[in-house]
């Protein structure tokens, strides 16, 4: 069972800042929160992950409420070619298995 | 960072026939992969966990006669789809975990099966 709620699309326009939303209000302290994306009949693709503290990389930066129950990623200057799936997963630490929840269709408007 | 291949990328077959699908760790070695099956518009589902040198560890609901895995080496897992019938048609895609350490779990690039 996915741990996590994302909202199934979200428009965002070129050049613009893209903030994708997650739940994951049961989330115990030893899960991280971990970030992939799925462009269209491709594999998935790791975009960043954090446990509690923010955490930024040359694709995305990852807020992490202090409660830990929701968080958000942020594409920066969002481009045509991050039209992709987002999923946001629930891991617990030491545990290779990724399951999917349905993610959030980005739409980047020209 | 490293790269898991699939091949073939896409194969067509005749209904009844078996289709194997080869993922491979190409510069790192991988004692774990995973299989998943995704279909059109719909989330990517785990179907097993193929470990090097044991049995594979199938998801509730997988039939193990039906989608044989095998992982005979530490860079190779295969699936084999036994039988195949028209509603098995869908993308496979394999990923492993990467360096010891790492944290990031990397996806080959997906096999797209269809069953004529």
């Known amino acids: 069972d996915a741990k996590t709620t994302q909202p199934p699309s979200m428009d965002c326009a070129e050049g613009r800042a893209a903030n994708l939303p997650c739940n994951h209000s049961?989330?115990?302290?030893?899960?991280?929160v971990y970030w992939y994306r799925q462009i269209h009949s491709q594999g998935p693709q790791y975009i960043i992950h954090g446990l509690k503290n923010n955490e930024t990389n040359e694709m995305a930066s990852l807020i992490i409420t202090e409660d830990r129950k929701s968080s958000t990623l942020i594409l920066p200057h969002a481009t045509l070619r991050d039209t992709a799936v987002y999923y946001c997963?629930?891991?617990?630490?030491?545990?290779?298995?990724?399951?999917f929840g349905k993610g959030t269709r980005l739409h980047i408007l020209p | 960072g490293a790269v898991v291949s699939q091949h073939p990328s896409w194969v067509i077959c005749k209904s009844g026939t078996s289709v194997k699908i080869e993922c491979r760790s190409l510069?790192?070695?991988?004692?774990?992969m995973f299989w998943y099956r995704q279909f059109p518009k719909q989330s990517l589902m785990l179907m097993a966990t193929?470990?090097?040198?044991?049995?594979?560890?199938?998801e509730q609901g997988v039939e193990k006669d039906k989608f044989l895995i095998n992982h005979a080496s530490l860079t190779l897992s295969t699936l084999t789809v036994t039988s195949a019938h028209p509603e098995d048609s869908s993308f496979y895609i394999c990923s492993a975990p990467g360096l010891a350490g790492g944290d990031e779990q990397f996806f080959g690039p997906g096999t797209r099966l269809t069953v004529l």
């Open positions: 049961t989330i115990s302290g030893n899960e991280y």
């Open positions: 997963i629930v891991v617990f630490s030491g545990d290779d298995k990724i399951i």
């Open positions: 510069d790192f070695q991988a004692t774990t």
């Open positions: 193929s470990n090097e040198g044991s049995k594979a560890t199938y």
